[in-house]
């Protein structure tokens, strides 16, 4: 005996993707910020590279969104198992 079907088992993975996004947005634009500020500490090009870097890191936040909407509208176009 399973205890999620088919059907309730995909809803959790749409939920666990849909829900992680923020959390990958904002960890990629600290990351990037961060990253680019201590890149400048240790090449003394301040402010530049910490500005690059939170760029870098919101366009990956940008780029994690277009995965995610591309990945559930392939899920959302394939028809379910369970209507059989």
Known sequence: MTLLGKHN??????FGEV??????IALSAV???YGGRWLDARLGTEPYLK???????VA?????????V???R???????EDTK
Do not use: D, N
């Open 70 to 72: 591309t990945w559930v």
């Open 60 to 68: 990956a936040g940008v780029r994690a969104i277009y995965r995610v």
């Open 74 to 80: 392939e899920e959302m176009k394939s028809p379910s």
């Open 31 to 33: 990351v990037g910020f």
């Open 51 to 57: 500005w690059i870097g939170l760029f870098v890191g």
């Open 9 to 14: 088992k995909s809803q959790l993975r749409t």
């Open 19 to 24: 829900g992680t996004l923020g959390l990958e």
